[in-house]
């Protein structure tokens, strides 16, 4: 189906403009993998299919039927498969549009909640509205004024038919989140050294090491290698991407570099790593395993 009388809605000061609320489709048939930094708060839904997102510090599973909260500028890759589908809902701020509840009575509560990185399901009228809204951008209806009252829609659902409790977990991210966190795990890349790390934040390396414990409750060092450690098992499963890509992306000078940190992290190297994913060996056992080797050390 098409919009009728195209030339109508292009004349309207409030079609195809930039603005910083709005909805996005990615189809996996045409994009096996998503990257970027974000320039806005997002929630990602899974219509169709399913993707593998690396998020900030976080690696998660998003199957139909879920959302997955994505905020602002995190770095974030996403391995989509073939029949997947997401729609991505962006915005500036957030704003539930109900004197009822804010950010701070949120953030009240993510005291007494324990954060869980899981997608949360989505229910209630909300998968009527992403029909819907799916057809709007196939067809390519891209006015801002439709885009940003379907975001209010959205809040007004999150509202209406999630728990405070769910909505403090989900936006957890955000709520009292000091801006040093926010800037390492920004700055962050795979096997930065500590030194670099602090550099990027504009701190010196004694003070740096100082704030990092405070802030993240163990060694730089520690939290370095589980996030390497991470992105390199997110990257490996990307079978599209040769060896060689793969060790380049993630910023190691050559292949074989690439190999030995494999080799020292997971006792595999990277061809056997991807191997043994592929045969059914998990990334969170993997993630465990390593997690208890370096406690034995």
Known sequence: M????????????????????????????????????????????????????????????????????????FSVHAALSRDCMLLSAYFDIIDFLCDKISLQQLKELKETIPYNPDPLEVRGAIPSMLATLKVYLEDKALCAYLHELKVKELFWNLRAYYSREELAAFLSPVLGVSKFHSEVVNAFTCNIRVADLAERVYMATSTFYKQFREEFGESPEQWIRTQSNKQILFLIQDYDQTIGEIAARLSFGSPSSFSRYCAQNFGYSPTALRKALKNGVTSEELLQADHKEVETR
């Not at 048939?29 to 970027?36: I, M």
């Not at 998660?60 to 602002?72: D, N, S």
């Open 2 to 73: 098409a919009l009728f009388d195209p030339p109508e809605h292009l004349s309207c000061h409030h079609y195809a403009t930039q603005a910083n609320i709005g909805w996005i489709l990615v189809d996996g048939s045409e994009q096996q993998l998503y990257q970027g930094e974000t320039e806005y708060h997002s929630v990602l839904f899974c219509i169709q299919g399913s993707a593998r997102l690396a998020s900030g510090d976080e690696l998660c599973e998003l199957h139909a039927g879920q959302m997955k909260f994505i905020p602002r500028g």
